[in-house]
């Protein structure tokens, strides 16, 4: 089945610099990857999406890298806030499964 | 307001006393799916479902059990708790697996 990583899974960056978070996957089959923020008490938020058929997406401050040759995708958050503190999560799936499968987060403290 | 509701938010019990943990949506959704979190380990799915009377194993189903009788509702069973599931648990709802879901708010689960 399909594996997921994560790193790091521990980010401390200063507010106004930027944050990236990696994941690798294993099936090359996965054409769906979507990345989820998990706020303090709450469930995880999905916050970005992209697919095979597309290599980058932007949505104000975030951007989400696929590389479909190497098997790994990457958040990109700029211009960081205190409020994007919070754990973050990627996940990978396929047309054909029936689920997402979640890497082990990362948590992100921005620091004022 | 579109929504998964989990309950109860909290819940300590002893080894081997049967409890369930309802999950209802409002959205309508095919699609539902139960997830454990443990740190470091990310979400772990448990059960899914398909749709009314249809669900299947996830990765980790082990002491747990489902049912789907009504298209809004997917409660997870757990007939013996033992000290390993205590846990941090997620109910999802999305039409597609494939495509996001909303997450309830968890259920933290104690088992002593």
């Known amino acids: 089945g399909e594996n997921v990583e994560q790193h790091p899974s521990t980010l401390s960056v200063q507010e106004g610099d930027s944050a990236v978070i990696k994941c690798t996957y294993s099936?090359?089959?996965?054409?769906?990857f979507p990345w989820y923020k998990q706020e303090l008490g709450k469930g995880p938020q999905l916050i970005i999406d992209i697919r095979s058929n597309v290599g980058e997406k932007k949505d104000q401050r975030i951007a989400v890298t696929l590389n479909k040759t190497a098997k790994h995708f990457s958040l990109h958050i700029t211009e960081t806030q205190p409020e994007d503190s919070a754990v973050y999560f990627c996940a990978a799936s396929w047309t054909a499964g029936n689920k997402l499968t979640f890497g082990g987060g990362t948590r992100v403290l921005v620091k004022p | 307001e579109a929504q998964v509701t989990q309950n109860p938010r909290y819940l300590i019990t002893v080894t081997g006393k049967k409890l369930t943990v309802t999950c209802s949506q409002n959205m309508n959704h095919e699609y539902m799916s139960w997830y454990r979190q443990d740190p470091g380990l990310g979400l772990r799915q448990i059960y899914y479902s398909m749709n009314v009377e249809v669900t299947d194993k996830g990765d980790v189903p082990e002491g747990y059990k489902v049912s789907r009788k009504e298209k809004r509702n997917f409660p997870l069973i757990l007939e013996s708790p033992s000290p390993n599931q205590t846990s941090l648990y997620f109910c999802?709802?999305?039409?597609?697996?494939?495509?996001?879901?909303?997450f309830g708010s968890g259920t933290r689960l104690t088992v002593v």
């Open positions: 099936d090359s089959a996965s054409n769906y």
């Open positions: 999802a709802s999305g039409t597609d697996p494939n495509y996001g879901y909303t």
